[in-house]
């Protein structure tokens, strides 16, 4: 598991362990792991959070950007 950030311009949404994101840029899917590389993108759409005990929830967005550094994920969107 790793941390997530996810915050709006209005709020913070969540904050806490998860298993996995996956999220849509302009190139395609992607999943984002424990120990990912660190990574930055511009993001859309839908943001898909497995949370522990495989709990999903999916965020529709607008838009945002994502960056880990393997240890922590953070994510800025616009709803």
Same mark, same amino acid.
Do not use: W
């Given at each position: 598991?790793? #941390?997530?950030?996810? @915050? !709006? *311009?209005?709020? %913070? $949404? +969540?904050?806490?362990? $998860?298993?996995?994101? *996956?999220?849509?840029? #302009? /190139?395609?899917?992607? !999943?984002?792991?424990? =120990?990912? =590389?660190? +990574? $930055?993108?511009? @993001?859309? #759409? &839908?943001?898909? /959070?497995?949370?522990?005990? !495989?709990?999903?929830? *999916?965020?529709? $967005?607008?838009?945002?950007?994502? +960056?880990? &550094?393997?240890?922590?994920?953070?994510?800025?969107?616009? %709803?």
């Amino acid at each position: 598991m790793f #941390d997530l950030v996810l @915050i !709006s *311009n209005e709020e %913070k $949404i +969540y904050e806490g362990k $998860i298993e996995e994101v *996956n999220v849509l840029t #302009d /190139i395609g899917p992607i !999943s984002i792991l424990p =120990q990912h =590389q660190p +990574y $930055i993108t511009k @993001i859309k #759409d &839908n943001i898909c /959070i497995k949370k522990p005990k !495989s709990t999903i929830e *999916n965020i529709a $967005i607008t838009t945002g950007f994502l +960056y880990t &550094n393997g240890a922590r994920c953070f994510i800025v969107i616009e %709803k």
